[in-house]
């Protein structure tokens, strides 16, 4: 099984070989349902909670004598009748995870895969040659590929200097962060206390740009 190699200009320059048995594959829309609803549901953090009447505060009193007031009795003021009572049949946090068999997993893929490449929505490249880190060049290339009018995913088989920036970041552009969970405040590198600031046109370390003038502990060993 072949398929077209083209260049930043869209125009096809080669063909290479593809395996079948990857590429090929017939569309199992039955097995690719199942891997989507496994992969949203597992998205879910099912910390959904809601108080019933047992696990609200207070009501431990009854809140007036049973008879003679002319109204309905009640022996708490956590009852689901009042405000602020307990919630009936409510949400209770549980789990949401849904395993699907590899085998099951890698067919979906495949089934999507190959679908693509079938409809012609796949293009391969000999290299992503782009001028400079503009938004309006890589807007151009993408029309050249023609696929500039659709959401696109670039793969890349390594990193490559001209997309791993931000597009149109000049060495001017920077970004800061602080904080963080080692060391002590104000001691060094390593505190929790410094303020970094970090390149956007440019993949070098953080440079220590300041301190802050207090660091406090927040909950769970972080720091802010």
Same mark, same amino acid.
């Given at each position: 099984?072949? @398929?077209?190699?083209?260049?930043?200009?869209?125009?096809?320059?080669?063909? @290479?070989?593809?395996?079948?048995?990857?590429?090929?594959?017939?569309?199992?829309?039955?097995?690719?349902?199942?891997?989507?609803?496994?992969?949203?549901?597992? !998205?879910?953090?099912?910390?959904?909670?809601?108080?019933?009447?047992?696990?609200?505060?207070?009501?431990?009193?009854?809140?007036?004598?049973?008879?003679?007031?002319?109204?309905?009795?009640?022996?708490?003021?956590?009852?689901?009748?009042?405000?602020?009572?307990?919630?009936?049949?409510?949400?209770?946090?549980?789990?949401?995870?849904?395993?699907?068999?590899?085998?099951?997993?890698?067919?979906?893929?495949?089934?999507?895969?190959?679908?693509?490449?079938?409809?012609?929505?796949?293009?391969?490249?000999?290299?992503?040659?782009?001028?400079?880190?503009?938004?309006?060049?890589?807007?151009?290339? !993408?029309?050249?590929?023609?696929?500039?009018?659709?959401?696109?995913?670039?793969?890349?088989?390594?990193?490559?200097?001209?997309?791993?920036?931000?597009?149109?970041?000049?060495?001017?552009?920077?970004?800061?962060?602080?904080?963080?969970?080692?060391?002590?405040?104000?001691?060094?590198?390593?505190?929790?206390?410094?303020?970094?600031?970090?390149?956007?046109?440019?993949?070098?370390?953080?440079?220590?740009?300041?301190? !802050?003038?207090?660091?406090?502990?927040?909950?769970?060993?972080?720091?802010?």
């Amino acid at each position: 099984m072949k @398929i077209e190699v083209h260049n930043n200009s869209g125009i096809v320059v080669d063909s @290479i070989d593809i395996d079948s048995n990857v590429f090929g594959v017939k569309l199992n829309p039955s097995v690719v349902r199942q891997a989507v609803l496994a992969e949203l549901t597992n !998205l879910r953090q099912g910390t959904h909670s809601a108080k019933n009447r047992s696990a609200v505060r207070g009501g431990g009193k009854k809140p007036f004598k049973q008879k003679g007031r002319g109204v309905a009795r009640a022996g708490t003021i956590r009852s689901p009748l009042w405000k602020g009572g307990g919630v009936v049949f409510g949400p209770e946090p549980h789990g949401y995870s849904h395993k699907m068999p590899k085998k099951m997993s890698k067919l979906a893929r495949k089934s999507v895969i190959s679908k693509r490449i079938k409809d012609g929505e796949v293009v391969v490249l000999d290299t992503i040659d782009i001028e400079s880190k503009k938004t309006s060049n890589f807007k151009s290339f !993408l029309k050249n590929i023609k696929v500039g009018q659709k959401k696109t995913l670039i793969l890349v088989s390594s990193f490559q200097e001209n997309l791993g920036n931000r597009a149109g970041a000049s060495g001017e552009d920077h970004g800061y962060f602080m904080g963080g969970n080692r060391g002590v405040s104000n001691q060094g590198s390593t505190g929790f206390g410094d303020i970094e600031r970090v390149s956007y046109a440019s993949n070098t370390t953080a440079t220590d740009w300041g301190d !802050l003038p207090n660091g406090r502990y927040g909950v769970a060993g972080t720091h802010y």
